[in-house]
């Protein structure tokens, strides 16, 4: 294989993960500057925010047509509670319908496709590497300068996420892959993805309830201003990670099936 090839395979490659690091990134922050807010323990809210992070990341980059069902079943929840319950603040009432929407979504999927995708066992492994990576990243960041909003915490939990999924998805647990998880992954999965996406949409509702003219600022409007910046550090991560697996030859694409 010539320069040229193999430098663009490894562009190409860093171009794709940079797109999955970026969202990553931004729910992290999002989710890590929630539980700040919501006075969580440091080390609580960084393994949280790894967790749910990874789960809600691995649907999209392993099941991405599962993952979609539950992104418009989310969306479609919370614009209709924003319309129907403009004044009735309940999250938890939110993502309860949300979920319903979301697991009735996810029983659309023919046997085949959830078959093929195993959003089960993808989000299982992204739940695990959270897991693994969240005190590692909360151990780095209380021992060095990193901001909590900063980009630069986005970057190393991408950077660990990524490295602990490429590393489990092919020694992930086989009852993930059975004919059973076969069956619920898709309605949960997509329950899963309905909540978060209506979760990043009552946040953003709350932040603007509030008028910043009259010196009113949304307590949320931390997590608002985080995300920026945890999608530039996710980017810089992915694009990295991607960069070296390619440089490396390893084919996560052949685990992922």
């Known amino acids: 294989m010539g320069f040229l090839d193999k430098l663009s395979k490894v562009l190409g490659k860093a171009i794709t993960w940079a797109f999955s690091g970026a969202l990553f990134g931004a729910f992290f922050s999002g989710i890590l500057n929630f539980f700040l807010i919501e006075n969580a323990a440091h080390w609580l809210a960084y393994l949280l925010a790894s967790v749910l992070a990874g789960m809600v990341i691995s649907a999209y980059f392993g099941s991405m047509l599962v993952a979609l069902g539950g992104t418009l079943a989310g969306i479609l929840t919370a614009i209709s509670y924003q319309i129907l319950f403009a004044t009735y603040h309940q ?3 939110l993502l309860g319908i949300s979920l319903i929407a979301g697991l009735v979504a996810g029983g659309f999927f023919t046997k085949r496709e959830i078959r093929d995708s195993q959003p089960l066992a993808q989000t299982g492994t992204g739940f695990m590497a959270g897991l693994i990576s969240g005190p590692i990243v909360y151990l780095i960041a ?43 992954g898709g309605p949960l999965v997509s329950g899963l993805i309905a909540m978060a996406v209506a979760s990043v949409f009552w946040i953003i509702g709350e932040s603007y309830m509030t008028m910043p003219e009259l010196g009113q600022v949304s307590q949320y409007q931390q997590v608002l201003d985080a995300a920026p910046y945890g999608l530039f550090g996710g980017a810089l991560g992915g694009a990295f990670g991607g ?9 996560l694409e052949e685990h992922i099936m």
Request: hydrophobic share 55%; with cysteine.
């Open 243 to 251: 960069a070296m697996l390619e440089i490396l030859g390893i084919r």
């Open 142 to 184: 209380s021992g060095s300068p990193i901001r909590n909003d900063g980009w630069e915490v986005a970057a190393v939990a991408v950077s660990l996420v990524g490295l602990c999924y490429v590393f489990l998805i092919k020694h992930r647990l086989s009852i993930l892959g059975s004919a059973g998880a076969l069956k619920i």
């Open 91 to 93: 999250p938890l009432l």
